[in-house]
């Protein structure tokens, strides 16, 4: 399932839906209809590729 959700961020960030930040976890995760944990793997995912970064308590941002 997480594959999934990879796919979906990683075109919707090359598509400029997301250019800066990606929406909140929560809301992010309701959204997509899966679980939180199952989006934080995309997202590490993004992360250990360079996509993006985590700020804590700020966010995730799309890396230019």
């Known amino acids: 399932m997480w594959e999934q959700v990879l796919r979906i961020l990683r075109e919707r960030i ?6 800066v930040r990606l929406p909140g976890e929560l809301a992010l ?4 209809g ?4 199952t989006l934080r793997r ?3 995912v993004l992360v250990d590729e360079g996509v993006v ?3 804590r308590n700020k966010g995730v941002y799309v890396k230019k």
């Open 42 to 44: 995309a997202i590490a």
């Open 14 to 19: 090359s598509d400029g839906t997301y250019p």
């Open 29 to 32: 995760a309701q959204e997509l």
């Open 34 to 37: 899966v679980a939180r944990q």
């Open 53 to 55: 970064t985590v700020v």
